[in-house]
């Protein structure tokens, strides 16, 4: 099971992200393309996307399964202007971070040899890496940008309501029922293999603000 932790500090620096970040996005949707889930809802939009799809969709998915894991790097913290700055982030990851989330991934699956390249820094692989990113982003998403933004903005005028009446216990308590905040825990309903936490435990410990994203 997923479970966030949160010491006093992580709850002081807990946000509510302003808009759409465009490499959770990309991710996200990248694994929707590759089970059933919500078919009802999200099957018209699969036949649609997949209609558009070329070549530079392949590593995306190499990266991006429909898994309970994937890379880190893909979604680097802090909030990017713009795609293309969210992509660049992705692009400037250090080496040694890729090798090791790559090793990660590897566990799981068998990979395609140019991630060797990718791991080494090869910069051939970092281009195609990128044009994969900035492809998909442009074909896919792009289109309803606009109305992903509205939507998410309705949904942070929502969770600043829930700030307003009930403080931050409001805000984490206000993503019920799809996540459960039981202090200092907060976690999803549904089962996950990740345990991600946030200040001093025994996790990976993190110093960056918290962004609470809509569901």
């Known amino acids: ?21 465009a490499m ?5 949707s990248v694994q929707l393309l590759q089970n059933r889930e919500g078919a009802l809802l999200f099957d018209g939009w699969r036949r649609e ?17 429909h898994a309970p894991y994937f890379p880190d790097f ?3 913290a802090g909030p990017a202007a713009s795609p293309d700055e969210g992509i660049e982030s992705v692009l400037a990851t250090p080496r040694t971070r890729l090798r090791a989330e790559l090793e990660l991934l590897g566990a799981q699956r068998p990979l ?12 051939r ?9 900035r492809s998909y982003h442009e074909t896919v998403l792009e289109p309803d940008w606009p109305r992903v933004r509205a939507l998410i903005e309705a949904d942070r005028a929502k969770r600043m309501r829930a700030f307003a009446d009930g403080g931050i216990e409001g805000l984490l308590r206000s993503y019920s029922p799809l996540f ?3 202090p200092p825990t907060w976690r999803p309903t549904t089962r996950s ?3 991600w936490c946030w200040g001093d435990g025994a996790c990976c410990c993190s110093r960056r603000s918290s962004a609470a994203a809509p569901p």
């Open 1 to 21: 099971m997923l479970r966030i932790h949160f010491s006093f500090d992580d709850l002081a620096r807990t946000r509510v992200g302003a808009g759409p970040d």
């Open 24 to 28: 959770w996005e990309i991710v996200l």
């Open 49 to 65: 996307v997949r209609g558009k799809l070329r070549p530079w969709i392949r590593p995306l998915m190499t990266l991006a399964p």
């Open 74 to 76: 893909l979604t680097p």
């Open 112 to 123: 395609p040899a140019w991630t060797r390249g990718l791991a080494d820094g090869d910069i």
């Open 125 to 133: 692989v970092f281009e195609g890496l990128g044009r994969a990113l």
């Open 180 to 182: 459960r905040w039981k």
């Open 193 to 195: 293999p990740r345990n």
